[in-house]
């Protein structure tokens, strides 16, 4: 009368549920991860197409150096993006 029950009936009704949360959570961490690294390579490409023109990245690193006020700056770069 010894006789050894399959493994569904030693681990219990619950097992069903657990492997099934288990298995949400990983597909979870994965969406979770791939939207991630869909943000952090989108936002990194924004950065770097940010002025619309060479002449305006001129400008700007004149500006940054001291080479031009802010007035002239500005001026110029209302005139280049007309």
Known sequence: MNERMP????MG???GWAWLVVWVLFLAVI???????VRALT???AGSARSAS???QILEER??????DREEF????RTLES
Do not use: C, N, S
Request: aromatic share 6%.
């Open 7 to 10: 493994m569904d009936m030693t």
């Open 13 to 15: 009704p619950m097992m």
């Open 31 to 37: 969406v979770v991860g791939v939207v991630y690294l």
């Open 43 to 45: 936002d990194r490409g």
């Open 54 to 56: 060479p002449a305006v």
């Open 63 to 68: 500006f940054a150096h001291g080479e031009i």
């Open 74 to 77: 500005e001026d110029r770069r």
